[in-house]
C-alpha cells in the first residue's frame, strides 16, 4: 500500500504535480486511441493576455466535455493556439515603447514588427501555462499561432481564392474608424453602448433669405461637413422646398435640399442634414443625389485643413462645443435635449468611434452566408441554447460586407502590390511575395495594411490542421464536434468560422455551438479590468485549489445563465466546492483506511459482480448495500445523460449529492460496524465500496480531475491503468436496478430523518435515546424497518422501535411517504414541565410583537405613507410572527401543557 493520505486536503501538494505526470505520460495526446475522434477548438486566447474568469470558465466547460469524451473511449483533440491579436497585442508594445519616451515611427516599421516579435516571444503563450494550472487537457503537441508560417500561408490562399472569385475588393467606403488605435474596425468591432447625450436642432437659412429649415443632430461638429439636407419627397412641409438651396452657417457654403425616400419624415423635424465623409447612410444619400464628401476629421479625431480655419485643430469635442456656441450666438440653435443613444466604441481601447470615409478592402459577406445560414435552416447545426441559433440565423440574413483592412504594422499584412510605374499601375494579387511587376518587370510596393486579426481565426478549424495541404490531421479530425465559446464572439468569430469552412472545406466546422453565459458581480455587472471587479483565477487555484474554482464554475453554470461571483468575498464563492473537496478527502480517507487492514492481511477486494468464485452473490448484500448499488446505477445514468446535453450543472448536482449524501453522510455509516469486524460481512462492504467510490469518482473526474486522480490512484484494481482520466466511464447496469431497495431503504431514511425533526424541535438532548412507534405501516415497511432497526438506533439515537399504539398521550408525530403513522413519546425524555414554560415566554414575546405589528399597520399614517414594498415586508413579517405563534401553540397543545 501506499503512504496514508494527509489528514488534511491541500491541492498545492498534489495538483502541479499530478499535471506533470499527465503530461509525461502523454495522455492528452490525440491518436492515444483508435476510437471516433471528437474535436474541439479552443477559442485561441490574445497571444498577450492574462488567464481571467472568463478564461477560467470557458476553459473548464471545455476541459469537462473532452475529459468526458476521452473516457468514453473517443481519439479527443482538444486543439490549442493562440491569437495574434494585431490591434491587442500593438497597443501593448505601443504603450512599453512610450515609457521609453517613442513611438512605433522612431522605430519605422521593419523594427517595430520586430520589437513585437521579441515581447511575443518573451511572454507570449504565458496564458496556455497558466491553463494548465486549472487542469486544462489540450494536446500541447499541436499548440498554434495565427502568424505561424503555415497558418500565414492559409490566409494567404484564402485570400487569393476569395480575391480570385470577386468577393474581396477594394472600396471608398463609410467605415468604422478608431482615432486612438488609427484603424479601421468591422461592425462588430464597434460595439455599441447606450450614452446619454444630447441632441442638438440647428437652424439652416434658406439662401435666398425667405425662412429656415430645421435638422437635428447628436454630431453638430459634423456639420462643418454637410454637403446637403434631405427630405422625404412626398412630405407636404418640404415638397415646394425640393431643389432650392441653403445657407450653411459658420462655413457659408451654398447646400441643396434633395428628395429621397430614405428619410422618415416622422423622425424629428423631418429633415436630415446629409455630411456623405461622415455618416453611412448620408454616404448613400450623397452618392444618388451626387453630394461631395468632404472629410472634415484627420486620423486622430481633430479637424481637418477643410473646415474655417478657426476650427482647424481642434478635438472633435471641443469642436462640436464651439459649434453649438456659435449656433447660439447666430441666433439659429432652436433647441438641445438629452438624449439617450447606442454610440459605437472601440472593442479594444473603449474609445467612441468615428464614421469616417476611406478606401479599406472588404468581403463580400452575402454569398459567403447563404451556404452557412442554410446549415442552420436544415438542422446540420445546433446552438446550446437554442435562442442563440435565432440570433445566428438573424444576423447572418442581415449580414453586411466585412471590411478587413487595418491600419497596423502587426498581423498579416495584405498580399497585394501596387507597380510604381506610372504608365502600368498593375495591382497584383499573390500567394508569394512580390519583388517586380509580373506586367511589366517593375518595381513594386506592398500594401501598407494588415489583415483583421479574425480573417485568420477564422480559418483556425482547418488551418491548424494542415490546409491548404490535404493532409492526415485534416482528413482525420476536420470536421470537429463542439465549439464552446462567449456569446460575445458570435458573430466576430463562429459565424464566420462556419461561412468558412463551407466555403473552402464543403462543410461546417463543427456541429453544435455551446455558448456559455458570462461571468458577472453580485451587481450583474460584467467582471472587468476597467471595473476592478475582475477575480484573478489563479489567486483562487493557489487559496482553494483548481478543482474548487473547476466545480464552483460548473455547479453555478446551467444552460443559458451567467455565473455571479463576488469579487470582495471569494470565500463565499468558492467555499462550496473546497467544502466538497475536503468532504470527498475525508470520505476517501475513511473508505482507504477501512481497505487497508484487509490488504495488508493478504486478502484481495472481492468482485462485486461476476462469475468467479468469489463474487459476491446476490444474497449477500444487505439492504443498504442494494440500496446504494442502485443508487450508484441512478447516478451514473442521469450524470452521463446530462453530460451529454451539456447540461455540466447537473451532471455535477447529481454525483455531488450522490458522494455527500448518499455515500458519506447514509452508507460509510451503515458500513462502519461491518468495517470494524462488529458484526459480519466486512468483506462485502469493502467490495461495495470499492465499487461505488470507483465509479463516483470516474462521474466527478471531468469536473475535478485532481482529487479524483489522487483517490482513484489509491483504490485496489484488477486491471491498473496508468490515470483515471484514461479509465473506461462507467456504464449503466440493469443488475444495479433495484426498485424495491429504493423505496424500502429510502422508508428508512424518512424515520431516521423524522425521528432526528422531533428529538430537534422539542430540545431532546443528543444523547439521550427515545422510543418510537410505528403505526398503520404496511408489510414491506414493517420488514425493511425491522431488518435495519439497527441502522435507525444508532443515526436516530433510538433505544426501542415497535409497531404498536403507544400508551403515552404526550410526543412528537411524524407521517411517512407510504402513510405509516411516526410517534416519539417524550415524557422520558424532556423536562415536559420546563419546556411548556418556554414555549409559553416564546409565545407571550411573539403575542406582544404581533400586537405591535398589527397596531402599526392599522395606522393609515403610516400605510399610506410609505412605499408599497415597506408597507408589504411589514405586512410578510407579521403572517410569519403569526404562524410561529400557531406552531408554537400546537406544540404546548401535544406536550400537554395546561393540562
Not at 486478502?603 to 443498504?624: C, K, N, S, W, Y
Not at 447529481?654 to 469486524?677: C, M, N, Q
Not at 407521517?815 to 410517534?823: P, R
Request: aromatic share 8%; charged share 25%.
Amino acid at each position: 500500500m501506499t503512504e496514508p493520505l494527509a489528514p488534511r486536503y491541500d491541492p498545492s501538494q498534489i495538483e502541479a504535480e499530478l499535471y506533470r505526470r499527465w503530461t509525461d505520460a502523454d495522455l492528452f495526446r490525440a491518436g492515444r486511441v483508435a476510437g471516433w475522434p471528437y474535436v474541439i477548438m479552443m477559442p485561441p486566447p490574445n497571444v498577450t493576455a492574462q488567464l481571467h474568469m472568463g478564461h477560467g470558465l470557458n476553459d473548464t466547460l471545455q476541459d469537462v466535455l473532452i475529459r468526458f469524451e476521452r473516457m468514453r473511449g473517443r481519439n479527443t483533440l482538444w486543439l490549442p493556439g493562440t491569437d495574434h491579436a494585431g490591434i491587442a497585442t500593438q497597443n501593448v508594445v505601443e504603450r512599453l515603447l512610450a515609457r521609453e519616451g517613442m513611438t512605433r515611427f522612431d522605430l519605422g516599421r521593419d523594427a517595430f514588427v520586430e520589437r513585437v516579435w521579441s515581447h511575443v516571444e518573451e511572454t507570449g503563450a504565458a496564458i496556455l501555462e497558466q491553463l494548465r494550472a486549472i487542469g486544462a487537457s489540450a494536446d500541447w503537441s499541436r499548440t498554434y499561432f495565427t502568424l505561424d508560417e503555415d497558418l500565414s500561408r492559409a490566409v494567404r490562399e484564402v485570400f487569393v481564392r476569395l480575391h480570385e472569385k470577386g468577393l474581396i475588393y477594394r472600396g471608398h467606403y463609410i467605415i468604422n474608424w478608431c482615432p486612438r488605435c488609427l484603424t479601421a474596425l468591422s461592425n462588430e468591432e464597434a460595439e455599441k453602448e447606450e450614452t446619454d447625450g444630447t441632441i442638438w436642432h440647428l437652424r439652416y437659412p434658406l439662401a435666398d433669405g425667405s425662412g429656415h429649415v430645421t435638422v437635428a443632430t447628436t454630431r453638430p461638429e459634423t456639420m462643418l461637413g454637410d454637403s446637403g439636407v434631405a427630405v422625404h419627397p412626398d412630405d407636404p412641409r418640404y415638397r415646394s422646398l425640393i431643389g432650392r438651396e441653403l445657407r450653411l452657417p459658420l462655413v457659408e457654403r451654398l447646400i441643396p435640399i434633395v428628395g429621397d425616400d430614405a428619410v422618415d419624415p416622422a423622425f424629428g423635424s423631418g429633415a436630415v442634414k446629409v455630411t456623405p465623409a461622415h455618416d453611412p447612410a448620408d454616404f448613400e444619400i450623397g452618392r444618388r443625389h451626387g453630394l461631395a464628401s468632404i472629410d472634415v476629421m484627420t486620423p486622430d479625431a481633430r479637424m481637418s485643413l477643410t473646415v474655417p480655419e478657426r476650427f482647424q485643430g481642434l478635438d472633435r469635442y471641443d469642436a462640436r462645443a464651439r459649434v453649438v456656441a456659435e449656433f447660439d450666438a447666430l441666433g439659429l440653435l432652436e433647441k438641445a435635449e438629452p438624449h439617450r443613444h447606442a454610440v459605437g466604441h472601440c472593442y479594444r481601447c473603449d474609445t467612441v468611434i468615428e464614421p469616417r470615409l476611406s478606401e479599406q478592402w472588404f468581403v463580400r459577406m452575402a454569398p459567403l452566408a447563404e451556404p452557412a445560414l442554410r446549415a442552420y435552416r436544415e438542422g446540420r447545426l445546433q446552438f446550446i441554447p437554442e435562442r442563440r441559433g435565432d440570433e445566428y440565423a438573424q444576423w447572418m440574413e442581415g449580414i453586411r460586407d466585412w471590411c478587413i483592412s487595418r491600419q497596423l504594422w502587426w498581423g498579416h499584412r495584405i498580399p497585394v502590390w501596387y507597380c510604381e510605374r506610372e504608365r502600368c499601375g498593375k495591382v497584383s494579387v499573390s500567394r508569394t511575395d512580390l519583388i517586380r511587376c509580373p506586367a511589366c518587370g517593375g518595381p513594386v510596393r506592398q500594401d501598407e495594411d494588415v489583415l483583421d486579426t479574425w480573417f485568420s481565426s477564422w480559418l483556425v478549424p482547418f488551418s491548424s490542421l494542415g490546409w491548404p495541404e490535404r493532409t492526415a490531421d485534416l482528413a482525420r479530425y476536420y470536421p470537429g464536434d463542439v465549439l464552446v465559446t462567449a456569446p460575445e464572439i458570435l458573430f466576430f468569430w463562429v459565424a464566420r468560422m462556419v461561412m468558412a469552412g463551407c466555403e473552402f472545406m464543403g462543410d461546417i466546422p463543427f456541429r453544435t455551438v455551446f455558448i456559455h453565459g458570462t461571468v458577472r458581480d453580485t451587481r450583474h455587472r460584467k467582471m472587468s479590468k476597467s471595473l476592478g471587479n475582475g477575480i484573478d483565477p489563479l489567486d483562487v487555484v493557489r487559496r482553494y485549489g483548481a478543482d474548487a474554482l473547476r466545480y464552483t464554475i460548473v455547479s453555478g453554470m446551467a444552460v443559458g445563465t451567467d455565473l455571479i461571483l463576488d469579487p470582495d468575498d471569494l470565500e463565499s464563492s468558492f467555499a462550496a466546492g473546497r467544502n466538497f473537496a475536503n468532504k470527498l478527502w475525508n470520505a476517501g480517507r475513511f473508505i482507504l483506511g477501512g481497505l487497508e487492514p484487509a490488504l495488508r492481511a493478504g486478502q484481495t477486494i472481492r468482485p462485486l459482480a461476476g462469475r468467479g468464485a468469489d463474487a459476491v452473490r446476490p444474497e449477500e448484500l444487505t439492504l443498504a448495500d442494494r440500496w446504494i448499488i442502485a443508487r450508484c446505477d441512478a447516478a451514473v445514468r442521469e450524470a452521463t445523460r446530462a453530460y451529454e446535453r451539456f447540461r455540466l450543472n447537473d451532471a455535477a448536482a447529481t454525483v455531488y449529492h450522490f458522494l455527500w449524501s448518499d455515500l458519506a453522510d447514509w452508507y460509510i455509516e451503515l458500513a462502519k460496524p461491518r468495517l470494524y469486524g462488529e458484526v459480519p460481512g466486512g468483506d462485502v462492504a469493502r467490495a461495495v465500496l470499492t465499487r461505488v467510490f470507483d465509479v463516483a469518482l470516474r462521474l466527478l473526474h471531468p469536473v475535478m480531475p485532481f482529487i479524483t486522480e489522487t483517490l482513484w490512484l489509491r483504490l485496489p484494481r484488477r486491471h491498473p491503468l496508468p490515470s483515471i482520466s484514461v479509465a473506461p466511464w462507467p456504464r449503466p447496469d440493469d443488475r444495479g436496478r433495484d426498485p424495491d431497495a429504493l423505496r424500502d431503504f429510502g422508508l428508512v431514511q424518512e424515520l431516521v430523518g423524522a425521528v432526528r425533526t422531533i428529538r430537534a424541535e422539542y430540545g431532546v438532548a443528543p444523547g439521550r435515546s427515545v422510543r418510537v412507534h410505528v403505526t398503520g405501516a404496511p408489510p414491506t415497511t414493517g420488514t425493511a424497518l425491522t431488518v435495519e432497526q439497527g441502522t435507525v438506533g444508532r443515526l436516530a439515537r433510538v433505544l426501542a422501535l415497535s409497531f404498536d399504539e403507544s400508551d403515552d398521550r404526550v410526543g412528537g408525530h411524524a407521517v411517512l411517504s407510504d402513510g405509516s403513522g411516526v410517534f416519539v413519546p417524550l415524557g422520558d425524555a424532556i423536562d415536559i414541565r420546563q419546556e411548556c414554560a418556554r414555549l409559553g415566554t416564546e409565545i407571550e414575546r411573539l403575542a406582544g410583537l404581533i400586537g405591535g405589528q398589527e397596531r402599526k399597520l392599522a395606522n393609515e399614517n403610516f400605510t399610506a405613507r410609505a412605499p408599497l414594498d415597506v408597507v408589504s415586508r411589514e405586512r410578510q413579517k407579521l403572517e410569519a410572527w403569526r404562524e410561529q405563534a400557531g406552531v408554537l401553540t400546537q406544540k404546548r397543545e401535544l406536550l400537554g401543557c395546561g393540562r
